[in-house]
């Protein structure tokens, strides 16, 4: 059974550019949730997904958007990339709207370095 | 900012019992309390979960106090494989039950 997966794995971009990230949740999961990480510290919630349609919204600029596709799986875009959106993002999948007291679980991550 | 609160660091040998604590006395109602660990350069591992009652699974237990103020996630034999970072997280209402990670407990199992 497979976990959540993400990809790339490891990206590098320069300032200025857009980048899109990818998500593919845990099987008989429905609900996507995207989380930045900076070196050091816990994870940051940008956003949540659940029935295609974004839930729930940290405080992140509106540089982030996002997708979830029929199958679940999601996207994560980020336009006009700023030094500081050099991060680990995590994608965590769950069964059930973010109200649920199911688990999230999550994917290794993908390395964004910007340049 | 509805948070919890743990020690930055703790040491634990090789085979002992590992006792992370956690402190979250604004917890309330249907509130649950999530342990996740994050091994270097790997995305958080869930652990265990509860609300009021004592859980247990292959990885752990979770002891939460009678006023739900804190808890304590329990490694039973630790070894080397468990260091990494714990994080202990609160569902609060008013964060939209969303996990609002802290900056956890680092971990370190020493031979």
């Known amino acids: 059974d497979a976990g959540v997966t993400q990809s790339p794995t490891h990206l590098i971009k320069t300032r200025g550019q857009q980048v899109t990230l990818r998500c593919s949740p845990k099987?008989?999961?429905?609900?996507v949730s995207w989380y930045q990480q900076a070196l050091g510290q816990g994870p940051q919630f940008i956003f949540q997904y659940y029935e295609e349609e974004e839930r729930q919204r940290g405080n992140f600029p509106d540089r982030f958007s996002g997708h979830q596709f029929p199958n679940y799986s999601s996207e994560l875009n980020v336009n006009a990339l700023l030094l500081g959106d050099s991060a680990l993002y995590l994608c965590?999948?769950?069964?059930?709207?973010?109200?649920?007291?199911?688990?999230?679980?999550f994917g290794d991550g993908t390395r964004l370095s910007i340049l | 900012d509805a948070k919890t609160t743990q020690p930055p660091s703790m040491d634990c040998a090789e085979g002992r019992a590992a006792n992370l604590p956690c402190n979250h006395s604004?917890?309330?109602?249907?509130?649950?309390v999530y342990w996740y660990r994050q091994i270097h350069s790997q995305g958080p591992q869930y652990i265990i979960h509860g609300l009021k009652n004592n859980e247990t699974n292959e990885m752990a237990s979770l002891i939460i106090t009678e006023d739900r103020k804190s808890s304590t996630l329990i490694l039973p034999h630790a070894t080397l494989r468990d260091t990494a970072v714990y994080y202990c997280i609160v569902r609060y209402l008013n964060s939209n039950y969303q996990l609002i990670w802290g900056a956890g407990t680092k971990l370190i199992i020493k031979p």
């Open positions: 604004t917890i309330s109602g249907n509130e649950y």
């Open positions: 965590a999948s769950s069964y059930g709207q973010g109200y649920s007291n199911q688990p999230q679980h």
């Open positions: 099987s008989g999961h429905d609900t």
